[in-house]
């Protein structure tokens, strides 16, 4: 069974669409967070949940949305996209926050905007 | 937040080589990780390190926390190797994982 996944794994869309993609993990986690990874492979906090609870919020565009609808669950909602939303973006979980645990992530959802 | 430097950016190696890599962080840690990611994009973990020595087969990650940083060892590299490493800090009062931008490694058979 895949600790983290996330859903879908390739997306291509075009400018001005809304997408969302999808996390779920079976780890029993408290704390749930995306990362967006640029062109220069530099991973950078976006959102984290800790028990459904936004407790990170980093300068990201309000065209981001996180829902958590359960603690194993954290989706990312994205409006009018833009060519530089193109980028990998990970969902990762850890089992509390602030309690200094190993962050577990999933596969990556690669999207390319056109 | 707190400040991750990793060195080198990029290395080269021919297979069986040892190397090392480090990466500095400006305040107290809380919390010290190394990842591989893969040629695949797959982000998995080495070590969950905030302080001491881990060994782990052909690896082994070091961190001196008083003097604010960590090294991972390769040794006897392998073309299976390659990728990027990152290390990941919590520190300085936060508890956001703060990743440096990484070792990019290539392994040459």
């Known amino acids: 069974d895949t600790a983290v996944s996330q859903t879908p794994k390739y997306l291509v869309t075009q400018m001005g669409n809304d997408k969302s993609i999808k996390c779920e993990q079976n780890l029993g986690h408290d704390t749930m967070y995306w990362y967006k990874q640029d062109s220069k492979k530099f991973l950078k906090i976006m959102f984290s949940?800790?028990?459904?609870?936004l407790i990170i919020n980093e300068t990201v565009p309000n065209r981001f949305s996180p829902k958590s609808p359960d603690k194993a669950h954290l989706n990312l909602h994205i409006n009018s996209l833009e060519l530089g939303d193109s980028a990998v973006y990970f969902c990762a979980s850890s089992l509390a926050w602030g309690a200094g645990n190993t962050i577990y992530f999933g596969e990556g959802s690669w999207l390319t905007v056109v | 937040g707190i400040q991750v430097e990793q060195s080198p950016p990029d290395l080269i190696l021919q297979e069986g080589a040892n190397s090392t890599l480090r990466c500095n962080f400006s305040d107290s840690v809380n919390n010290l990780q190394w990842f591989h990611q893969n040629p695949w994009g797959q982000l998995i973990n080495l070590f969950y390190i905030p302080s001491g020595t881990k060994q782990n087969g052909r690896l082994s990650a070091t961190t001196v926390a008083t003097e604010r940083y960590s090294l991972l060892y390769i040794s006897s590299s392998q073309t299976t190797d390659s990728g990027v490493y990152f290390c990941?800090?919590?520190?300085?009062?936060?508890?956001?994982?703060?990743f440096g931008r990484g070792t990019s490694l290539i392994v040459h058979p």
């Open positions: 990941a800090v919590e520190g300085g009062g936060s508890y956001i994982p703060t």
């Open positions: 949940y800790n028990n459904k609870e």
